[in-house]
């Protein structure tokens, strides 16, 4: 039905946009053109610097250039640097629920370009983009990989290919919603597995999710990639869970 509505806006244009007008992608309401209405654009959060060069976490106040968190020196992560488009709230939540749950394909694009924004730096000497696999199972259950629709939308705005396939979810694990931070890291051990190494030896990889939360699939797929001979594994989401204040060093 998307695809069809898209057609038929560049061939009838104005008359079509009349019919079938433009809705926000969080709450529905009618807009001008493609992206939020005012009321949810006002509550979305992007992240900017200054923040943490390793996690991408911000910080309250700008520290200096090359600072680290506290986190980041006391528990490095598997992967180089992570960087994410915006908080994890109520507006971003509801468009990565929609995408990934509610067959809102058409919301991949805006994500998709504000991912490309804010990985800038990432996909200027990246290699492939990496999306975080689906068991097979809950790939056929959904019919898609949200991850794998953002990485498309990525890849043409940052002209870096996407290396589908490289990366297989071997384990069918259950939701992590509701895990712990500890339990989570469970859940996806030795979940993950390289297809094929010649795609992964010697390469720089970004590895593309919706969101990133405790952060434990992206440490195990990063450790994954790594073990397989991957030069560096950076990490890109839409959105990330961020603490109100964060310190550093």
């Known amino acids: 039905m998307l695809a069809i509505t898209s057609a038929l806006r560049a061939t009838f244009g104005f008359a079509l946009d009349t019919a079938l007008p433009r809705l926000c992608p969080s709450c529905r309401e009618q807009v001008a053109a493609e992206g939020l209405c005012a009321a949810c654009w006002s509550k979305l959060s992007f992240i900017a610097r200054?923040?943490?060069?390793?996690?991408g976490i911000p910080f309250a106040y700008d520290p200096g250039p090359g600072i680290l968190s506290l986190e980041a020196i006391a528990e490095p992560p598997a992967y180089d640097r992570a960087r994410?488009?915006?908080?994890?709230?109520?507006?971003?939540?509801?468009?990565?629920h929609g995408l990934k749950y509610g067959d809102r394909m058409d919301l991949a694009p805006v994500m998709g370009r504000w991912m490309a924004h804010a990985g800038a730096e990432l996909l200027a000497d990246a290699d492939a983009l990496v999306p975080v696999p689906l068991h097979w199972r809950r790939l056929w259950a959904r019919r898609f990989n949200q991850s794998a629709a953002l990485a498309g939308i990525i890849a043409t705005a940052g002209k870096v290919p996407v290396a589908d396939r490289v990366?297989?979810?071997?384990?069918?694990?259950?939701?992590?919603?509701?895990?712990?931070?500890?339990?989570?890291?469970?859940?996806?051990?030795?979940?993950?597995?390289?297809?094929?190494r010649t795609q992964v030896a010697g390469r720089r990889l970004?590895?593309?999710d919706d969101v990133l939360t405790s952060g434990a699939t992206a440490e195990a797929c990063a450790?994954?990639?790594t073990r397989a001979g991957a030069a560096r594994v950076d990490v890109l989401v839409f959105a990330r869970v961020v603490a109100p204040l964060r310190p550093h060093i």
């Open 206 to 208: 970004i590895l593309v």
């Open 167 to 196: 990366l297989l979810r071997v384990k069918s694990t259950p939701q992590q919603v509701g895990l712990t931070r500890a339990e989570r890291a469970e859940n996806v051990q030795g979940a993950f597995r390289v297809g094929d």
């Open 50 to 55: 200054p923040y943490c060069e390793r996690l």
């Open 223 to 225: 450790r994954t990639l």
């Open 84 to 96: 994410g488009a915006v908080h994890y709230d109520e507006v971003s939540s509801t468009l990565i």
